[in-house]
């Protein structure tokens, strides 16, 4: 087993095969289907009543022209009236079917969507992209049914009793009608599928690039500005939009054309019906009928070129989505660890090797570490080494390829994934801030926290005077990710936030990163006197300054323990820590000389 960061599990766009996505999407309807078909069936209805009504309308015009008695017209006017409103019925009540229907199953869809993203937390997927497949891919499942499978069947079955009722009349001309709806209603969709798709795989992803384009050059536009790669960033990102316009212009003007032939197909297909009724001798007035009826059919039938374009349009996402939930989730073994995590807990770890990437060097390579209850250890080294992974797999959000991490004696994976933060959790690497007040930053660690507790979690982590220096105090805004905070301050805060958590291991990663070195002393010596005695501590640290008091520091280089320790011993001996720790303190003398 490698590690849980492996490369993403999800397919981005292969498509299993042809339709798979559309019947996958079927099989999440399986629920809703007794109203989705029901919808189908309004929307024939309204689609049919438009038709007879304009059918009714031509024999009663046509009919009048020649001056019968009222009474035989009566029955024509009253299903003019009568197919007019039930046509409106007919619409209000299929939307409200189609709709309800629908965003059932949405709402269906989104919750599994969701719950399969945040099974899949560790995968490299980017922000945007799980946002993406949250709103827009989930409504491709939406339009699907609304948009083409409810009115492409209703423009189907309308095409059949429309043959139906001209066969009636003259199965010849219902001959020529049934050429003409196939040319609408089959031949022009799969020329609209044909040309749309091409342009449309391409239009896509260049649409993708253009909103990254538009996201670099905003939120990068100091640092492109910095390296002087504004004109080249914005050149390329223009040279992008006259692509993407010239293949929507290409796009518009094909999608013009087959509307243009749809309307051809119409005046053929009427012009067609016409001769062939005459041809059969049928009364004036029915080939009246049969001209409007098949321009009113043809009319319905095209609605089937609108639903293959959104169809092509539709189908990356809806591949997205059914690959998403089709695939097999990496199932969680069962909680079988204690529930009850409040005591004072014991953490190993033996031999834990963690790789990131089949073959490629071991982040963390045979690393043992013992942190009993109330034992405080950091964890040192250069860039790279492994410090952060350890506090990854520590938290569970990184699963070890080999090697044991046990709670209390049983396997970290056994504890339940909402369990094991009770117990072990802190400030991690990147800890983030949320665009609210302060207080509500700080009550993410403990809900029901007093006043007192925050005071006293903000005074340890050095950020009570800046809080009480705020006309706003603790309902001070912090901005979008802290944006309104200095680095050092988002720093504090989110330490705050993890001292008042406190659970039973208290894992701080670069607690002072950003502060200056008296800063960093004075906040890493008040954090620590601030965790309750039996509870215990691992603190990364790329500063070896206030380690003093610690119970080992473990030397990490390269994911393995190269030295292990108390400060004393490190220092005395030769190896990484002590030149480091010798290079350090000269550096720092040299900031606080120069200091004001
Ligand atoms: N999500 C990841 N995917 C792939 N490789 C990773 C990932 N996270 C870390 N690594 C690699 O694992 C190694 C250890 O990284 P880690 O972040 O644990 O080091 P660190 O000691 O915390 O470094 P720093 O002090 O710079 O934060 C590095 O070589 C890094 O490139």
Do not use: C
């Amino acid at each position: 087993m490698t590690a849980e960061h492996g490369p993403a599990v999800v397919a981005d766009a292969a498509p299993a095969g042809r339709a798979a996505a559309e019947r996958a999407v079927l099989r999440l309807a399986r629920p809703y289907l007794g109203r989705l078909v029901g919808a189908g069936l309004l929307a024939a209805a309204t689609e049919f009543a438009g038709l007879a009504l304009m059918a009714t309308a031509t024999w009663l015009l046509m009919s009048a022209a020649g001056q019968p008695p009222l009474d035989r017209l009566t029955v024509a006017i009253v299903a003019v009236r009568a197919l007019a409103i039930s046509r409106g019925v007919f619409r209000y009540t299929e939307r409200l079917a189609g709709h309800d229907a629908v965003l059932r199953m949405i709402t269906d869809v989104r919750a599994r969507v969701f719950a399969t993203l945040a099974a899949r937390r560790g995968t490299a997927h980017r922000s945007g992209d799980v946002l993406s497949r949250l709103v827009s891919d989930v409504e491709a499942v939406q339009d699907l049914l609304l948009r083409v499978l409810v009115p492409a069947s209703a423009a189907a079955v309308v095409g059949v009793l429309a043959v139906a009722v001209a066969a009636l009349i003259s199965p010849p001309a219902a001959g020529a009608l049934a050429v003409g709806l196939l040319v609408a209603g089959v031949a022009l969709p799969a020329l609209a599928t044909a040309v749309t798709r091409r342009s449309a795989a391409e239009v896509a992803p260049l649409r993708g690039a253009l909103a990254t384009d538009a996201i670099d050059l905003t939120h990068g536009a100091a640092d492109l500005a910095a390296f002087g790669a504004t004109d080249v960033t914005l050149r390329a990102a223009e040279q992008r939009a006259h692509r993407l316009a010239r293949l929507e212009r290409r796009l518009a003007a094909t999608g013009f054309a087959v509307d243009a032939a749809g309307v051809l197909a119409a005046g053929v297909t009427a012009a067609a019906v016409v001769l062939v009724a005459l041809a059969a001798d049928v009364p004036g007035v029915l080939v009246g009928v049969l001209a409007v009826g098949t321009l009113a059919a043809v009319e319905v039938m095209l609605a089937l070129v609108a639903a293959a374009r959104q169809w092509t349009q539709l189908r990356p996402g809806l591949t997205r989505v059914a690959d998403l939930l089709d695939a097999d989730l990496p199932t969680a073994p069962p909680a079988t660890g204690p529930t009850d995590l409040t005591g004072p807990h014991e953490l190993r770890f033996v031999d834990v090797t963690v790789r990131y990437r089949a073959g490629a060097a071991p982040a963390l390579d045979g690393v043992s570490l013992d942190l009993p209850a109330g034992r405080r250890i950091a964890v040192v080294g250069p860039s790279g080494a492994g410090k952060s992974t350890l506090a990854a797999v520590l938290t569970g959000t990184v699963r070890p390829a080999s090697g044991r991490v046990t709670l209390d004696g049983h396997d970290l994976s056994a504890y339940a994934e909402e369990a094991l933060p009770r117990a072990v959790g802190g400030l991690l690497a990147e800890a983030y801030v949320f665009h609210a007040t302060v207080r509500e930053n700080l009550l993410l660690g403990q809900a029901g926290a007093g006043e007192e507790e925050l005071t006293a979690a903000t005074a340890a982590a050095g950020l009570l005077d800046w809080v009480r220096a705020q006309p706003a105090g603790w309902d001070t805004l912090v901005g979008e990710e802290g944006g309104q905070l200095s680095g050092g301050q988002r720093q504090r805060l989110a330490l705050a936030r993890a001292l008042l958590a406190a659970p039973p291991v208290l894992v701080l990663d670069e607690p002072t990163e950003g502060l200056d070195p008296t800063a960093a002393d004075a906040v890493l010596a008040s954090a620590l006197a601030a965790t309750p005695a039996g509870h215990s501590v691992l603190l990364i640290s790329h500063r070896l300054s206030g380690l003093a008091e610690l119970d080992e520091i473990v030397v990490l280089d390269g994911g393995r323990v190269i030295q292990r320790g108390r400060h004393a011993e490190l220092v005395a001996a030769p190896g990484w820590y002590r030149d480091q720790w010798l290079l350090q303190a000269a550096a720092e003398r040299g900031y606080l000389a120069l200091a004001p």
